[in-house]
């Protein structure tokens, strides 16, 4: 398990050089490399998205997870991650997960929501950075793709935004995150805005 505090921000892809630049003049720092992030998002009915879109908590995303690939289906290492939001922090439990067919003709059985199937490929840049002993990242050129049949389809949605997420492992940290970060915060998730610019709902 990993309990964390976790706030986002989201800003128009025009607007994410003058949050760069924000970084930097705050002694901000780069710490890794960018990389592609590749997930498949897992429902059941869309229980999950209405859940999320309606502010329930606790409630979950389940999704597999790959790592600097653009085709999911390439990776030959994946990782299964449930996150569960709770009405101040969140918690992730991940674990190995890896596939033994091409197609994604399987399910997830969760205890919560039943069987769920794949649904959404969400495929994104990742830019990781530090500022003042807290961890930043900035999602750019974020791609939804509908999963059918088993398959992910070759064209997908491109979102005009991008997302910054503030991560602290202080769950109690929330007004020295406000103070560091004061721009307004929002709610922005990658399987919610997927569902809706495919017109899944």
Same mark, same amino acid.
């Given at each position: 398990?990993?309990?964390?505090?976790?706030?986002?921000?989201?800003?128009?892809?025009?607007?994410?050089? %003058?949050?760069?630049?924000?970084?930097?003049?705050?002694?901000?720092?780069?710490? $890794?490399?960018?990389?592609?992030?590749?997930?498949?998002?897992? =429902?059941?009915?869309?229980?999950? $998205?209405? =859940?999320?879109? *309606?502010? !329930?908590?606790?409630?979950?995303?389940?999704?597999?997870?790959?790592?600097?690939?653009?085709?999911?289906?390439?990776?030959?290492?994946?990782?299964? %991650?449930?996150?569960? &939001?709770?009405?101040?922090?969140?918690?992730?439990?991940?674990?190995?997960?890896?596939?033994?067919?091409?197609?994604?003709?399987?399910?997830?059985?969760?205890?919560?929501?039943?069987?769920?199937?794949?649904?959404?490929? !969400?495929?994104?840049?990742?830019?990781?950075? %530090?500022?003042?002993? &807290?961890?930043?990242?900035?999602?750019?050129?974020?791609? $939804? $793709?509908?999963?059918?049949?088993?398959?992910?389809?070759?064209?997908?949605?491109?979102?005009?935004?991008?997302?910054? %997420?503030?991560?602290?492992?202080?769950?109690?940290?929330? =007004?020295?995150?406000?103070?560091?970060?004061?721009?307004?915060?929002?709610?922005?998730?990658?399987?919610?805005?997927?569902? *809706?610019?495919?017109?899944?709902?």
């Amino acid at each position: 398990m990993s309990l964390r505090l976790e706030e986002k921000i989201y800003i128009k892809n025009l607007n994410k050089f %003058e949050f760069k630049k924000f970084i930097f003049l705050n002694n901000g720092k780069l710490l $890794y490399p960018k990389r592609i992030i590749n997930s498949v998002y897992f =429902d059941n009915d869309f229980k999950m $998205y209405f =859940d999320s879109i *309606e502010g !329930v908590v606790p409630r979950k995303k389940i999704r597999l997870r790959a790592y600097n690939v653009k085709n999911f289906l390439d990776s030959d290492s994946n990782k299964k %991650e449930i996150k569960i &939001t709770y009405f101040n922090y969140r918690d992730k439990i991940i674990e190995d997960f890896n596939l033994d067919t091409k197609i994604f003709n399987f399910s997830i059985n969760d205890k919560n929501y039943g069987v769920c199937k794949p649904i959404i490929n !969400v495929v994104y840049s990742r830019n990781y950075y %530090e500022i003042k002993k &807290t961890r930043v990242t900035l999602d750019e050129n974020i791609n $939804y $793709y509908l999963i059918k049949n088993g398959k992910i389809s070759k064209f997908g949605k491109k979102d005009s935004e991008c997302v910054i %997420e503030i991560k602290s492992t202080n769950i109690k940290n929330y =007004d020295y995150l406000k103070k560091i970060f004061p721009q307004p915060r929002s709610r922005f998730s990658k399987y919610c805005r997927g569902v *809706e610019l495919l017109n899944l709902c």
